[in-house]
């Protein structure tokens, strides 16, 4: 039955990743991996050393004051980093798109491109929420525009310039329209609106759990960038407020604790180990692979990886729009949270409820904020086998693409 599955799984995969829009993502996400790769190491270490929070400075007492203007100018820097790595994917995808439809000048395409996507995430008072650029919205946008300037070329190909006035027409067309959705969409508002859900009681049931086990790989996959609830920080959910009160208060013998089960104890603590769907699990897997391309991915994004970033792993193998991945990921997911709910509301374990300190590795979560750490350290061992052993068969088929490569 296993086998079907994945047979099913992989041949949808092979049909939508070798039609020609799918192959121009994935070698433009590909070409972005080395300025991706400078992007999120600059971000981890303005984490873990510069940053006000930073985690050396919370470990360490004596850890000096970084001044401002330091920590100020690398924000700079990585900011830039995160539109340079936006604008090279825009320039691969658009050219590439197009040089498989026939066109050999793309260049009025790839700066329309740029500007229109510059102006609809990058304007003034809007930016990115984090490094998970909004892949989805990015490519829509790049793709229409690829599109209708292909229709548009094929009824004005008797023109001899590019450059033309109805070319230029075409280009003013599409960067109004990234300014009408700049003005109209409000990123950042629909993160917040997300976030303002997530904090809602529904979400420690096991209906509201199990949504959000669903759901969280799901909106990775398809290129939604994720709340920052969703990739590493549930601490501020009034369910786990009430818990860290009620222990502090009257501690965990006189009375249960009001939220158990929790976005926190849960999903937190057992599905973000690596980043979304346990993908610390994978990396580990790429490192045996016989691959040397995905065996200096997985070199390359080990270190991101520990601190739960994938998102090297999800350019690089890539991720986007692959049934290969999505279906895996799911089964971790939803198998974690069904694993770790059990152990919680059984009292086999205390949940997560003791604040740890920012930037903390996701997979010593359940050592350092649960009240039975010895046993939660199993519950974490246990969840992260059954990772392992949940991506091992469809990781193969996915590197049988490339088993000629010693």
């Not at 996400?29 to 971000?43: K, N, T, W």
């Not at 691969?92 to 197009?98: A, F, P, Q, R």
């Not at 450059?163 to 993160?191: C, N, V």
């Not at 897997?285 to 998102?311: A, E, G, H, M, Q």
């Amino acid at each position: 039955m296993l086998n079907r599955l994945i047979n099913t799984v992989q041949n949808l995969d092979e049909a939508l990743y070798h039609r020609p829009f799918l192959q121009a993502i994935s070698v433009a996400m590909q070409q972005s991996v080395p300025i991706l790769a400078i992007d999120i190491y600059c971000r981890l270490f303005f984490k873990l050393a510069i940053s006000p929070d930073a985690l050396l400075a919370n470990i360490f007492y004596d850890y000096p004051i970084i001044p401002d203007s330091v920590s100020d100018k690398l924000m700079f820097i990585i900011q830039n980093l995160d539109i340079a790595v936006t604008m090279i994917f825009v320039i691969g995808l658009t050219h590439h798109y197009l040089t498989q439809k026939g066109i050999e000048n793309t260049t009025l395409p790839i700066i329309t491109n740029f500007i229109a996507i510059y102006m609809l995430l990058f304007a003034k008072n809007q930016s990115t929420t984090n490094t998970a650029i909004h892949y989805l919205l990015v490519t829509l946008f790049t793709l229409l525009s690829c599109f209708t300037y292909y229709w548009y070329y094929r009824r004005l190909k008797t023109t001899t310039s590019p450059f033309s006035l109805k070319y230029l027409l075409w280009a003013t067309t599409m960067i109004s329209t990234s300014l009408l959705l700049h003005i109209g969409l409000h990123l950042s508002s629909i993160t917040t609106i997300i976030s303002n859900l997530l904090s809602k009681n529904f979400f420690t049931t096991f209906s509201g759990l199990l949504l959000i086990s669903i759901l969280s790989p799901l909106l990775f996959i398809v290129g939604f960038s994720l709340p920052s609830e969703l990739s590493s920080n549930q601490t501020s959910f009034n369910a786990m407020i009430s818990n860290l009160d009620k222990f502090l208060t009257h501690g965990l013998a006189t009375s249960p604790l009001p939220f158990p089960e929790n976005l926190y104890s849960i999903y937190g603590a057992f599905t973000l180990f690596g980043g979304v769907g346990n993908t610390l699990a994978l990396n580990i897997l790429l490192l045996f692979t016989v691959s040397k391309k995905y065996k200096r991915l997985s070199i390359l994004s080990w270190f991101p990886s520990l601190f739960d970033n994938n998102y090297l792993l999800y350019a690089g193998l890539p991720m986007f729009l692959r049934p290969l991945m999505l279906v895996p990921m799911l089964l971790v997911n939803i198998t974690s949270m069904l694993i770790s709910y059990v152990a919680i509301a059984g009292h086999i374990v205390q949940p997560a409820i003791f604040i740890t300190p920012n930037n903390l590795p996701n997979m010593l979560l359940p050592t350092l904020a649960s009240a039975t750490p010895i046993r939660s350290t199993i519950l974490a061992i246990l969840i992260f086998s059954v990772s392992l052993l949940i991506y091992r068969p469809f990781l193969k088929r996915l590197t049988t693409e490339v088993t000629h490569e010693k």
